[in-house]
């Protein structure tokens, strides 16, 4: 497959938010202090990985398949049943939830350039794993009550 120009400079973007990604999740599993909240970071950190995989493999020509629906994801959409939190996990979650809503709106530019509608498929489905990680982390905050809901 060819990439033209503007693709492939849109392509070595994600590729590079994708690596920002890996480092900052599994820089977060360390610091974390709530051990569900650890598992919930260094899962991100393994599905970012995914990803990183995905736009090299399209940066190289190629056309990945498209991932099956994980349910995996399903699970950690109800981490965080404690009633108490500590300011710290709170800080990191904030940053998390900022760069997944970031890391999503560049997918969406990128999408929108490119020629190949399998490649807008694949990119879709990234973007929307992207908007699952911020809901997983929106769901730990909310049930933690790091995040207090009008
Ligand atoms: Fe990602
Ligand atoms: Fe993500």
Known sequence: MF????????????????????????EFANRAQDPQLKQLFSTYASKEQE???????????????????????????????GSTYNENDAKLCQDALMTEKYVSSTYNTTIFECTNTNVRQILNHIQKEEQEHGEGIFNY?????????Q
């Open 3 to 26: 990439l033209n120009q503007k693709e492939r400079l849109l392509l070595q973007d994600q590729k590079s938010h994708e690596e920002a990604c890996i480092q900052k999740y599994q």
């Open 51 to 81: 990803h990183l995989n995905t736009i090299n493999q399209i940066l190289s020509g190629q056309i990945p398949a498209l991932p099956q629906q994980g349910q995996q994801q399903q699970n950690l959409f109800n981490q965080g049943q």
């Open 141 to 149: 905050m909310k049930n933690t009550g790091m995040y207090t809901l």
